[in-house]
C-alpha cells in the first residue's frame, strides 16, 4: 500500500486538534498505510508554529516518514512548474510536494486541490468532501 503523503495544510489541521482529520489519519494508519511528509511540509509547518506547538509538532515527524526530495523529484517539480506556474500559478513548495507524491508512487492528502492541477499524481479524498 502506498504512502499516504501529508499536505502541510492536513498537518497543520491535526497537530491544531481537528477531530475528523485525526480520526481520518488513524484509520489510514489502522489499515496499515505509511503517513508521509516532504521537508517542504516540515519547513512550512516550523515556519508557522505558534507558542508551544514545538512538541507536538516534533512528536507528530518523529511518527511518519520524511520522503527525500532528491535530484528525480527536482527534475519533476521543475516540469510541474513549466507546464502549470502561469495557467495556475503553482508555486515551487507545491510543485515539489506533487512531484514527490508521484515519484515515491505516493498518494497526495491536501484540503486544498486547487495547488495541484496535476492528473498524473492520485490523491486521498475524505468522505463527504467534495473537490
Known sequence: MPELLLDSDVIIE????NAVLVEQLRAQRGAGRLL??????????YHGLRPGEEKAAE????????????????EQAGRYLAAYH????????DA?????ARVHRAVLFTLN????????????DMPGRVH
Do not use: W
Request: one cysteine or more; charged letters at 20%; aromatic letters at 10%.
Open 14 to 17: 491535526v497537530l491544531r486538534g
Open 36 to 45: 508521509a511528509y516532504t521537508p517542504v511540509a516540515k519547513a512550512e509547518i
Open 59 to 74: 512528536g507528530f515527524f518523529a511518527a511518519c516518514l520524511g520522503l527525500p526530495i532528491n535530484d528525480e523529484v527536482a
Open 86 to 93: 502561469r495557467s495556475h500559478g503553482i508555486e515551487l513548495g
Open 96 to 100: 515539489l510536494v506533487a512531484a514527490a
Open 113 to 124: 486541490r486547487r495547488h495541484y492541477p496535476m492528473q498524473d499524481i492520485r490523491f486521498h
